[in-house]
């Protein structure tokens, strides 16, 4: 349902306004004040700053670090660490060990420098101090670098920061249980977990930025998993697993300009094409019917080449808008050679000129793995091992993830085996580049950017060889989060090279920094119905990873975290294909979604397939189709507005209206935009739903 939110509110987007003065009058200016201000008084001897409307203030007597102007906040500063460490573990802070907190007690010596100041702290440990340097970054931020000297035994650091009672918070990536975090622990790092259904714990987009409803952002720049602990009643901390922290601090008036000004800092994306913003199809497997054996010719009576033909034909029969036809994996004569198979697509050139004819650009699916093993049984038409010779000529040229033995580090994935490609590797980056051409030269747009999560710290303690060993030094826990960033910059780059504009992307999986080159993000493969995150299931078997409930949490979440565009999987994909009542829901859902995406497991999610759906079900997808297209304008005014100032169209309630109670308790409901208050209804057979307006609204 969609509401129309009446009254003034500061943030829509508004025509740029330009001026000009004329270089005497700028020069004049500059004279008088110059001729009317007295010179600055220099600091205190025992006060040190650094920022400009936000503040960071070490005062020596009595010791004290702080923020002052825009917000005033008492910071600390600290260290954990353990009397005897393995170089080769990961020690994340939620781990049971026994760390030992060491804080600071005071100061030793501190100088100021052209932007900020430095200083050496003491602690309550003898022998260890820390070093900490603060500069002004303009646009209301700071940024806090601090290290350990010496570093021995150190494995955690991190900065607590005061917030009041009731402040919430929003961000720290995607999160499928809840868009706010006050009150709970949130961590960054993937990893396994045997008691969900999935199998690990769904933290896909590793974003280690918050921002609170009073307007302070935090946004940790190093790239290892960091860990944010908001239980405290009047502290919120961030730790991050290394001996050292760089972490930018934001203010602005109100909390939506902060997530503007973290994600200018973080880095703006390009105006992405105004195709990515019309309704997209796909189904999970084109598939190929042979009517003989493979090794008898196949001889088929369907190929893939013709269901999506038929999809993209059958959707402008039935007046149904969009813009983007998706080709998931399997399509290519092995995993990532990006060839098209050519008993599956006998003409792939044909098919994509023709989808072109018809008004839709093309995405293919892409993972960051080169296969040692035999893909052949996947479908006909694709090669046994070593697909293309791609697997012996990567690991002779060094193009593939080693392990600690110099060994090529293989995984198991998606039922076969195969290799990482190292980004860090220049002439790998510019290697894979090279065989994205393949596609990007016949007119191939886009990518679905899959399988990127294969970089897990624990994993690389718990081998005795030790999984990971990057070209450029770079450890696990480093790429943890960087690695998704190289893997969508080469694909980035490729489709810009080929035509000379940004393409579309869109990815599992991503970081702080990855807002950049990544479109939009879909949240994996949710559950194809109405359950919550780690929702119980019947007895004996695992939590649920959640569905639509999940995805709604997961665009709230995440566009408070830098990545303002999302589109989850109509439908879901974990069961198949949904029944009606999930699958017009979730339409209602994708439709105010940056990206309305209709696709998933099972045969499809097409609604006008009368054998599993009826016209309702498709009159339904016609109508929030068209919704979705007639907002175009109002849609890509954020998407504009997103890629000059970084403000996101998709804003949590308690952001929007932060002083207002209410919209800080409200679920399942956020703003598009100003204007739009959105609250879908996420639970099954219900025909009415709570929807909580700002007051005097």
Known sequence: MVFTSRGPNPLKPAPSKTGSRSLLALLAAALTAGACSAPPEPPPEDRWTAGGDLTVVLTASPFSLRLEGATRRELDLFVQSLDEIDDGRYYDPTFDDPYERIRVTGLE????????????????????????????????????????????????????????????????????????????????????DGSIQSGYNERHVKAPVWVSTSGLGVVVTDPEPVVGDFTGEAHAETLIVAPRMEVALFHAPHPVETVARMMRHTGLPPLWPRWVFAPQQW??????????????????????????????????????????????????????????NPVQFPDAQGMIDRLHELGYRVLVWASPFVNRTDDSDTVCGMEGANAGGLYPFAKEKGYLVRNKEGKVQ????????????????????????????????????????????????????????????????????????????????????????????????????????????????????????????????????KPRVGGLPAAVN???????????????????????????????????????????QLGGAGEHHNPWDFDYYDQETLDIYRRYAKLHTQLHPYLYAYVARNSEDGTPIVRAAGLQYPNDPAMRAATYQYF???????APVVVRDAREREVVFPEGR
């Open 554 to 596: 997961a665009a709230i979440s995440l566009a408070a975290s830098g990545h303002p565009h999302f589109g989850s999987d109509i439908g879901g994909y974990r069961e198949g294909m949904p029944d009606k009542e999930a699958l017009g829901r979730w339409i209602e859902f994708g439709a105010l979604s940056t990206v309305m």
């Open 410 to 541: 293989e995984f198991p994935w998606r039922g076969t085996q195969g290799a990482l490609v190292d980004f860090t590797n220049p002439e790998a980056f510019e290697w894979w580049k090279s065989l994205l051409h393949r596609v990007t030269e016949m007119g191939v747009e886009g990518f679905k950017l899959d399988f990127d999560e294969y970089v897990v710290p624990a994993l690389d303690t718990i081998s005795a060889e030790g999984l990971y060993d990057f070209h450029d030094g770079s450890s696990a826990a480093a790429m943890h989060g960087r690695y998704h960033a190289l893997f969508h910059r080469a694909h980035y780059e490729a489709l810009l090279e080929t035509h000379g504009e940004p393409g579309y992307l869109i990815g599992r999986s991503g970081d702080a920094y990855d807002g950049a080159w990544t479109t939009a993000i879909w949240p994996g493969d949710l559950n194809s119905g109405f359950e919550e995150h780690r929702e119980p299931d019947p007895p004996g078997e």
């Open 109 to 192: 010596s501190a100088a100021a420098t052209d932007d900020g100041f430095e200083a050496t702290l003491r602690t309550d440990k003898p022998g260890l101090t820390l070093a900490l340097k603060a500069r002004d970054l303009g646009d209301s931020g700071v940024l806090l670098s601090v290290a350990a000297v010496p570093v021995t035994g150190i494995v955690h650091t991190g900065l607590s920061i005061e917030i009041a009672e009731n402040e919430e918070i929003y961000g720290f990536g995607e999160l499928f249980d809840h868009p706010q975090s006050r009150g709970k622990i949130r961590s960054t790092r993937f990893d396994l």
């Open 283 to 340: 189904r999970n497997e084109l598939k190929l019917v042979c009517t003989v054996p493979c090794d008898e010719g196949c001889n088929p009576s369907q190929t893939g080449q013709d269901v999506a033909l038929k999809d993209a034909t059958d959707m402008r029969a039935l007046d149904l808008p969009g813009s983007v036809i998706w080709v998931d994996a399997p399509w290519e004569t092995g995993f990532n050679t990006f060839e098209f």
């Open 672 to 678: 598009f935009g100003a204007d739009l208050l959105v």
